[in-house]
């Protein structure tokens, strides 16, 4: 049916171009001949010039078949497509031209009309055109209405980006559903304010659409802006001046990512700024076709699928074209609700989920033995810094235990590349987390000295707004319950970036990695920008909620909790980093500290199957103090005494 419908409409287009050019060779005819515009003018020029019009008709479609300019979409007309139009035309009439002088001198036509008949064509060809793109263009259609009498009743929308992406925008707009109508564009090239884009004002700043959003707020209008680009971020107007447009009823938007759109081809229907979204540093803009060259077409497993990273990694790869991914987690809610959404956006990809715990080194070989992939993420970890040291025997079992699973089990399955996901809560470490996601590290590099022809790698960064559990989640959880909002301390300061931004940096990382592979294991940091204050933070995001610090929203200090730092660092003490890419830096030991072999981790193992936190406790300790190559003293100079709740 598909078939016979594109054959029907090519079939229109022919017959449409066919009668235009007979009518052109008519009407020129009839203009040179000084036929009058009556009926009997017509039939006496059509019957005189008949025998030309069909030739040029015949003429005309063979060059089309040839150049193929029926397939052109009418609708969707531009200018690309227009010259390809004119060109025929111009082409028709001069071979015309050419053959009716070879063979009649242009005794039964005269010269003038040869002449006058690519004119006529070209006008009447392209008024068919813009009649067609019109009907199927709304704007176009609206720009009658006021003749009309009638009045435009959707959401005034401001469009904030490039020229270019913005003439982009207006084009989809006007040829979708969504309800809006462009108010205006403000972008950052110079010399376009006070013009216009496609009939839509350009505005002269981010002030200009500031007043202007709130104006349209007050009348009713429920107005919003979105976002096309990183050239102006919405940080440009403000975070208190965006909470009160927020509250106000404006919609913050923006387009979606390469990774939201999805393989199913879903819609580019504009998204809502997330809270942490508007906190966030502009990201980092980096070429994917590296992350392709990674993953595309290869089996992929990914431990802690269901978490904040984890999950991310799954949409990440999946987007990039991965041959088949696996997804590992111990949560049946986590695994359920990623598995759900992979195969909701992309339908086809081979996917298969386990509901595993890496603590379970017999299933977890299982796994990698089904799967055989080609390239592992190891996000699987237990990283709740107070909750870790209530229960260091736990932290102990999932972070180096289960570290020490996935790494065997990809060394026997022959996997390429295996990644580790770390944290700045491993540098220099005073609490237990830390110290476990420090082990875990050493145990990757060990690994990577042993047998086996896997390359492994470790990605070490800070804390990701959104994520689970994490600041801004118990932030904004606060600030609706009214306050307080609690700090630890007012000085504290933290690394942060969205979840999207540093899986790319994972990922860039690991394809960074993959291209050194006669070179040392690849340790890892990623850029984090500069460090945030929590209260900083705080301030913004009761800002963000359109309140004011101190009036309507309390922030209350309430002191450090157990093995938590004031200040975070992506680099340890006893390491030297060096930049070796876009964002990411490569780190090494300065001093060659004990190896973790399967000796110690059996050892770290067995004391904390029994359930001891006391002696788990000091024993992960006195092991990273080999690790690091640092003196027990010196490590237990480092750790915060431990306080209970």
């Known amino acids: 049916m598909g078939i016979a419908n594109t054959l029907i409409i090519r079939g229109l287009k022919v017959t449409a171009r066919a009668g235009i050019r007979v009518a052109a060779v008519i009407a020129a005819y009839m203009l040179v001949a000084g036929h009058g515009l009556t009926p009997a003018g017509v039939l006496r020029a059509a019957e005189a010039a008949w025998p030309h019009a069909m030739a040029f008709a015949v003429l005309g479609l063979a060059l089309d078949l040839a150049f193929r300019t029926d397939r052109a979409l009418w609708r969707y007309v531009s200018i690309v497509d227009i010259g390809p139009l004119v060109r025929n035309s111009v082409l028709s009439a001069f071979i015309f031209l050419a053959f009716n002088f070879f063979l009649e001198r242009g005794a039964s036509l005269p010269r003038t009309t040869l002449l006058i008949l690519p004119v006529l064509d070209i006008v009447m060809t392209l008024a068919l055109v813009l009649v067609r793109r019109i009907a199927h263009d709304k704007d176009a259609l609206r720009s009658l209405v006021p003749f009309l009498g009638k009045q435009d009743d959707r959401s005034p929308l401001i469009l904030v980006g490039r020229m270019d992406r913005a003439d982009t925008f207006l084009r989809d707009l006007s040829r979708s559903e969504d309800d809006y109508r462009p108010a205006g564009i403000v972008t950052e090239s110079a010399g376009a304010a006070a013009r216009e884009l496609r009939g839509v004002k350009v505005l002269a700043g981010v002030q200009q659409a500031a007043d202007?959003?709130?104006?349209?707020?007050?009348?009713?209008?429920?107005?919003?802006?979105v976002f096309l680009d990183d050239s102006i971020s919405p940080a440009e107007f403000g975070v208190e001046r965006l909470g009160h447009l927020r509250t106000g009823g404006v919609k913050l938007?923006?387009?979606?990512?390469?990774?939201?759109?999805?393989?199913?081809?879903?819609?580019?229907?504009?998204?809502?700024?997330?809270?942490e979204e508007l906190l966030a540093r502009p990201p980092v803009r980096l070429d994917d076709a590296p992350l392709r060259a990674l993953v595309a077409g290869r089996r992929v497993l990914v431990t802690g699928a269901g978490g904040s990273i984890g999950s991310e990694i799954c949409r990440q790869v999946a987007s990039l074209g991965c041959g088949h991914l696996a997804m590992v987690d111990n949560s049946e809610f986590g695994l359920f609700k990623i598995d759900q959404e992979i195969g909701d956006r992309w339908p086809t990809l081979s996917r298969r989920e386990y509901l595993y715990d890496v603590r379970n080194k017999a299933l977890l070989n299982d796994c990698f033995e089904d799967v055989r992939p080609d390239v592992v993420f190891h996000a699987a970890a237990l990283k709740h810094v107070p909750l870790m040291e209530r229960h260091p025997c736990e932290s102990v079992l999932t972070n180096v235990v289960g570290t020490w699973n996935v790494a065997e089990a990809a060394n026997a399955a022959g996997v390429k590349h295996m990644v580790f996901i770390s944290t700045d809560k491993a540098v220099d470490p005073p609490n237990v987390m830390g110290a476990t996601k420090r082990l875990a590290e050493a145990v990757v590099r060990a690994q990577q000295t042993s047998a086996g022809n896997t390359r492994f790698s470790v990605v070490r960064f800070g804390n990701v707004l959104g994520s689970a559990g994490s600041v801004v989640p118990t932030f904004r959880a606060q600030i609706e319950r009214g306050g307080p909002v609690t700090v630890t301390h007012p000085d504290i300061e933290r690394y942060f970036m969205t979840i999207p931004e540093a899986v790319q940096l994972v990922l860039h990382a690991t394809a960074h990695s993959a291209r050194q592979t006669d070179g040392p294991l690849g340790v890892f940091v990623l850029d984090m920008g500069k460090p945030v204050k929590i209260m900083d933070l705080a301030r913004q995001l009761i800002e963000l909620s359109g309140k004011t610090p101190g009036r309507d929203i309390e922030i209350e200090v309430t002191g450090l909790r157990p093995g938590e730092k004031l200040f975070e660092e992506l680099v340890d003490s006893s390491e030297v980093s060096e930049m070796c890419g876009q964002s990411l830096m490569c780190?090494?030991?300065?001093i060659q500290g004990a190896r973790m072999t399967e000796q110690t981790v059996h050892k770290l193992e067995r004391v904390a199957r029994q359930g001891d936190d006391a002696a788990t406790r000091t024993l992960i300790f006195e092991t990273l103090a080999k690790v690091r190559a640092v003196s027990s003293e010196e490590m237990s100079a480092a750790v915060l005494p431990m306080r209970r709740a």
Do not use: H
């Open 212 to 225: 202007m959003l709130e104006e349209l707020a007050e009348r009713g209008a429920e107005p919003a802006i």
């Open 253 to 275: 938007l923006r387009t979606p990512s390469l990774v939201e759109v999805g393989g199913a081809g879903d819609d580019g229907a504009m998204r809502e700024f997330q809270l």
């Open 587 to 590: 780190v090494t030991d300065r």
